[in-house]
């Protein structure tokens, strides 16, 4: 387990991985971009090394060219061939290596991937746009919890992906053939000091639209939170932040269309040098920034979206991995959980937990949860049983360093982990409540609970009330109750119970904590059991 911020993933799936260190290479039209990952056998991984170099491979390519030139041939095969030398110093046994839009179409792509494994000793896999928008979208779910529908546009530097989907993967995979060096080099030039006119500026968002009209088409207006995932749309959203607003971007930094508009009008209007001095643009872009704003600012328009978010370190790369994942677990990622599952996962996996027991304490939680809802015992949502569900999986994770006092060492775990895909609140949640299923009831004088909000003080509360009694349902984790529910009886809660087998640990527990558990749910608690089908009833206990 790593705690920086970048470090860990997981790829969601019950395959063994073998130990192994892997580097990913995408080879743009503008960029090379390398990932170092370490593997290990329990489905985490760690980010050893990530770099970016500018190589301009598709240089003087588009137009009536279509040749990739020796000059940035030989530029990018040194700079991945550097790639691989620092992936082999960090031990990677294995390189996955890819090439977008400029290789893909240019006539002597051949003669590059021959150059690329003379010089630096890698096999390049040339992917098509709709493939580049799959992984990109990939890459999207390595970043961001999707909750409903997402959009995401990634503008390089020879062809735009446009791909939209849920939290399983993309439906949509869209790849227009213009980019920020294509549309620079077929648009119309700038004046002599690199300035370009309003009318320029129309024309190259006339030349999106026309080359975008079947995208469109296909993707329609959907209702979907978007994303930019390319240098531009980050560039663009930091020069909005620095010059319009004055403060630094985030990482995952918003930019209007509104913004868009403003910060290209000033961009335009500079000359290439002034450009380069920026605050916010890369000098390495200022030449083509121009054409990259207008193809976002016209997508954005078409496809009816006020806000895009820019978001750094995420696209092809990390969709590379993902998708290398699913295939060594020889299923589809979009069967595969989401991104908040598989960090959690990860943690819980990194600490070699009990996972049937887990498992039978989450499933019988969440019953609890449901039947409490239906019987109006609480008003709580699909959010929060999110977060139940994945306090309950974690639960005992802190036995990992200790059983005396593992309710402790889960809270820390969890609250120090780097959990992708959740908001800081979530995570306090999530460590209280499975802080609180064993010994004291929540309460002021315990730091995990002092730290919430009032909110998430009545959660932790509620959450940690059904954690606690279905920790007490599997005592002897041996999945000795089929199913539990709640309902309420004449001012008392019942708690009925379906007992799987021997159940004389369960009761124990349940009668040995009555005391804090009615206080936990702030009724008398009766406990009664009936038979599964086709078996013979169970006893009862304690009502």
């Given at each position: 387990?790593?705690?920086?911020?970048?470090?860990?993933?997981?790829?969601?799936?019950?395959a063994?991985?073998?130990?192994?260190?892997v580097?990913y290479?995408?080879?743009?039209?503008n960029?090379a971009?390398?990932m170092v990952?370490?593997?290990a056998t329990?489905?985490s991984?760690?980010v050893?090394?990530?770099?970016k170099e500018t190589?301009?491979l598709?240089?003087?390519?588009?137009?009536?060219v279509?040749q990739?030139?020796?000059?940035a041939?030989?530029?990018a095969?040194n700079v991945?061939?550097?790639?691989?030398d620092l992936?082999?110093a960090?031990?990677?046994?294995?390189?996955?290596?890819?090439?977008?839009?400029a290789?893909?179409?240019?006539?002597?792509?051949?003669?590059?991937?021959r150059?690329?494994?003379?010089?630096?000793g890698?096999?390049?896999?040339?992917?098509s746009g709709?493939?580049?928008?799959?992984?990109?979208?990939?890459?999207?779910?390595?970043?961001?919890?999707?909750?409903g529908?997402a959009?995401?546009?990634?503008?390089?530097?020879?062809s735009?992906?446009?791909?939209?989907?849920?939290a399983?993967?993309?439906?949509?995979?869209e790849?227009?053939s213009?980019?920020a060096?294509?549309l620079?080099?077929?648009g119309?030039?700038?004046d002599?000091?690199?300035?370009?006119?309003?009318?320029?500026?129309?024309?190259?968002?006339?030349?999106?639209?026309?080359?975008?009209?079947?995208?469109?088409?296909d993707?329609?207006?959907?209702e979907?939170?978007?994303?930019?995932?390319?240098?531009?749309?980050?560039?663009?959203?930091?020069?909005a932040?620095?010059?319009?607003?004055e403060?630094?971007?985030?990482r995952?930094?918003p930019?209007?269309?509104?913004?868009?508009?403003a910060?290209?009008?000033?961009?335009r209007a500079?000359?290439a040098g002034?450009?380069?001095?920026?605050p916010g643009?890369s000098?390495?872009?200022a030449?083509?920034?121009?054409?990259?704003a207008?193809?976002?600012?016209?997508?954005?328009?078409?496809?009816?979206?006020?806000?895009?978010?820019a978001?750094d370190d995420c696209g092809?790369?990390?969709?590379l991995?993902?998708?290398?994942l699913?295939?060594?677990?020889?299923?589809?990622v979009?069967h595969?959980?989401?991104?908040?599952e598989r960090s959690?996962?990860?943690l819980?996996?990194s600490?070699?937990?009990?996972?049937?027991?887990a498992?039978?304490?989450t499933?019988?939680a969440?019953e609890l949860?449901?039947s409490?809802?239906?019987?109006g015992?609480?008003?709580?949502?699909?959010a929060?049983r999110?977060?139940?569900?994945?306090a309950?999986l974690?639960h005992?994770?802190?036995t990992?360093?200790?059983?005396t006092?593992?309710?402790?060492?889960?809270?820390?775990?969890?609250?120090?982990?780097d959990?992708?895909?959740?908001d800081?609140?979530?995570i306090?949640?999530?460590?209280?409540t499975a802080?609180?299923?064993?010994?004291?009831?929540?309460a002021?004088?315990?730091e995990?609970?002092?730290?919430?909000?009032?909110?998430?003080?009545?959660?932790v509360?509620?959450?940690?009330a059904f954690?606690?009694l279905?920790e007490y349902?599997?005592r002897?984790?041996?999945?000795?109750?089929?199913?539990?529910?709640l309902?309420?009886e004449?001012g008392?809660?019942?708690?009925?119970l379906?007992?799987a087998g021997?159940?004389s640990?369960?009761?124990?527990a349940?009668?040995?904590?009555?005391d804090?558990?009615e206080?936990?749910?702030?009724?008398?608690?009766g406990?009664i059991?009936?038979?599964?089908?086709?078996?013979?009833?169970a006893?009862?206990?304690?009502a």
């Amino acid at each position: 387990m790593t705690a920086k911020a970048q470090a860990t993933s997981s790829p969601g799936t019950d395959a063994p991985i073998t130990a192994e260190t892997v580097a990913y290479i995408d080879i743009g039209t503008n960029s090379a971009r390398l990932m170092v990952v370490r593997f290990a056998t329990d489905h985490s991984w760690t980010v050893l090394s990530m770099q970016k170099e500018t190589v301009r491979l598709g240089e003087g390519e588009f137009g009536d060219v279509r040749q990739l030139q020796p000059a940035a041939m030989e530029r990018a095969a040194n700079v991945c061939a550097r790639f691989a030398d620092l992936a082999r110093a960090h031990g990677a046994d294995r390189f996955v290596t890819v090439a977008t839009a400029a290789t893909r179409e240019a006539r002597n792509a051949g003669e590059f991937v021959r150059l690329m494994r003379e010089t630096a000793g890698l096999d390049v896999r040339v992917v098509s746009g709709r493939e580049e928008a799959r992984l990109i979208y990939l890459g999207l779910l390595s970043r961001v919890n999707v909750d409903g529908r997402a959009l995401v546009i990634d503008i390089g530097g020879g062809s735009t992906e446009v791909a939209v989907g849920g939290a399983g993967g993309a439906d949509v995979v869209e790849s227009i053939s213009l980019g920020a060096i294509r549309l620079t080099t077929e648009g119309p030039p700038p004046d002599a000091d690199g300035r370009y006119s309003a009318a320029d500026y129309e024309t190259f968002k006339h030349r999106v639209r026309l080359t975008s009209q079947h995208t469109l088409r296909d993707v329609g207006r959907p209702e979907a939170a978007a994303y930019g995932t390319s240098g531009t749309a980050v560039n663009l959203a930091g020069v909005a932040a620095r010059l319009l607003h004055e403060r630094t971007p985030g990482r995952d930094e918003p930019l209007t269309r509104k913004d868009l508009r403003a910060v290209a009008k000033r961009l335009r209007a500079l000359t290439a040098g002034e450009r380069r001095a920026v605050p916010g643009l890369s000098p390495a872009r200022a030449d083509i920034i121009v054409a990259g704003a207008a193809i976002l600012d016209t997508l954005m328009e078409d496809l009816g979206i006020d806000t895009i978010t820019a978001l750094d370190d995420c696209g092809l790369r990390e969709g590379l991995l993902l998708d290398d994942l699913a295939r060594a677990g020889q299923h589809e990622v979009k069967h595969g959980a989401g991104v908040r599952e598989r960090s959690v996962l990860q943690l819980a996996r990194s600490t070699s937990f009990d996972e049937p027991h887990a498992r039978q304490v989450t499933r019988l939680a969440l019953e609890l949860f449901d039947s409490a809802r239906a019987a109006g015992i609480h008003r709580l949502g699909p959010a929060e049983r999110e977060l139940l569900e994945y306090a309950a999986l974690l639960h005992d994770i802190g036995t990992f360093l200790s059983y005396t006092r593992h309710h402790q060492h889960t809270y820390y775990l969890i609250r120090n982990s780097d959990l992708v895909g959740f908001d800081q609140e979530e995570i306090a949640i999530m460590a209280a409540t499975a802080y609180f299923h064993r010994k004291a009831l929540p309460a002021p004088r315990f730091e995990a609970f002092a730290g919430l909000s009032g909110r998430s003080r009545k959660v932790v509360r509620r959450l940690g009330a059904f954690l606690r009694l279905a920790e007490y349902l599997d005592r002897g984790h041996a999945g000795a109750i089929a199913h539990a529910r709640l309902r309420r009886e004449a001012g008392s809660l019942l708690l009925e119970l379906q007992p799987a087998g021997d159940w004389s640990l369960e009761e124990w527990a349940i009668e040995r904590r009555r005391d804090s558990l009615e206080k936990a749910f702030g009724y008398p608690l009766g406990v009664i059991a009936v038979p599964l089908l086709d078996e013979s009833p169970a006893r009862s206990a304690g009502a």
